[in-house]
């Protein structure tokens, strides 16, 4: 019998439908993408890509030139544009506002490696120092409300024809929508209860142990409750906090250690299927005194990641609901046993 599940933060509901699809063994990833293309990216390129906002060297090198180990650039094709002032006007019941943004690419490796997986855990902290460093020069800059950092790993995932490790982040002027929703149900949950629910959540997902993947000093690897896609998961710092501007080095190693594994596992047991994953954080919180006024105390900040095994389809853009071929319990009982 199916079962229909309720996200205690914004109350999406999911259909968990176990009858559609089999044992974990099934999810066979989907086909490769076209011929890879010319890498800008690797060490010696450096002038394939706009010059570099910010890197991670050894010694006093100079910018644009060998010797990295991490690199920002701005994108090439951006999706929305750093320069110009803000404007948003009406027409007739349409918002219309121009595209002001920045649209970076955080270059993990100078080596032409695929997958974040693969890189040792000391590179993946440059990366994570990094989304946060970028995170707080954005903020200083009082066109951006939002930062979202992301990861888009293989061809399906819209990770493009170049296979060298890189996340991106975008800083939109608006608050984006899917931030929104988590804001408010995090804030009516606090509103309720008093209590932050992610908070309530880890406590409960550490007393059950049924969705836990993997669970170390800060942080915990859970799958949700109501999953939407098949083996998503969830990493969450233990330790109440809204902002990853907050996170302290000395909880960046476990933080690297706890995703690499959580892909690791991903990538052996489900046959290195492409991926998303996100970050969740609070928005800059400078514009309106009293605009989400507790977000401190009621939100939390967590990475999501999405392996694409499975396509969204009508019924899921129609409702909202999307359903689920695996429970997160089995789901999350197959990774446990994935050995790395
Ligand atoms: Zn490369
Ligand atoms: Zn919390
Ligand atoms: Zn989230």
Not at 233 to 247: A, E, G, Q
Not at 282 to 293: I, V
Request: proline content about 8%; aromatic content about 10%.
């Amino acid at each position: 019998m199916p079962e229909l599940r309720k996200d205690p933060i914004i109350g999406r509901w999911v259909i968990i439908a176990t009858e559609r699809a089999k044992r974990p063994d099934d999810f066979k990833s989907p086909p490769e993408g076209p011929p890879e293309g010319e890498c800008p990216f690797c060490e010696g390129k450096e002038s394939h890509t706009p010059p570099e906002i910010r890197a991670v060297r050894e010694g006093h090198r100079r910018p644009n030139t060998p010797g990295w180990k991490l690199r920002v650039v701005p994108s090439i094709k951006p999706i929305l544009r750093i320069e110009g002032k803000l404007d948003r006007h009406g027409q007739g019941v349409y918002d219309v506002m121009n595209g002001i943004g920045a649209h970076e690419v955080i270059i993990e490796t100078p080596k032409h490696i695929d997958n974040i997986s693969d890189l040792d855990t000391q590179q993946i902290v440059h990366t994570i120092n990094c989304y946060k460093e970028r995170l707080i020069d954005l903020e200083k800059d009082p066109r951006f409300k939002y930062v979202l950092v992301f990861k888009n790993y293989g061809w399906a995932a819209g990770g493009g024809r170049v296979k060298h490790s890189r996340s991106q982040l975008i800083a939109t002027p608006v608050n984006p929508k899917r931030v929104k929703e988590e804001l408010a149900g995090a804030h009516r949950y606090f509103e309720y209860h008093e209590r932050c629910v992610f908070c309530d959540l880890i406590k409960q997902e550490m007393a059950s142990k049924e969705r836990v993947l993997i669970d170390i000093d800060g942080f915990i690897a859970i799958t949700p409750f109501a999953s939407r896609f098949p083996f998503e998961v969830w990493i969450l710092p233990k330790k109440h906090s809204c902002d990853f501007i907050k996170l302290e080095s000395s909880d960046m190693k476990d933080l690297a250690e706890i995703l690499r594994e959580v892909l690791l596992k991903i990538k052996k047991g489900l046959g290195n299927p492409p991926y998303n994953y996100i970050l969740h954080t609070a928005p800059f919180r400078r514009f309106k005194p009293g605009y989400w006024r507790t977000v401190d105390q009621d939100y939390h900040w967590h990475i999501e990641i999405m392996p694409k095994l499975t396509r969204v389809a009508g019924f899921e853009w129609g409702t909202g609901f999307y359903i689920c071929p695996i429970s997160p319990e089995k789901a999350a009982e197959f990774l446990r046993g994935v050995q790395i």
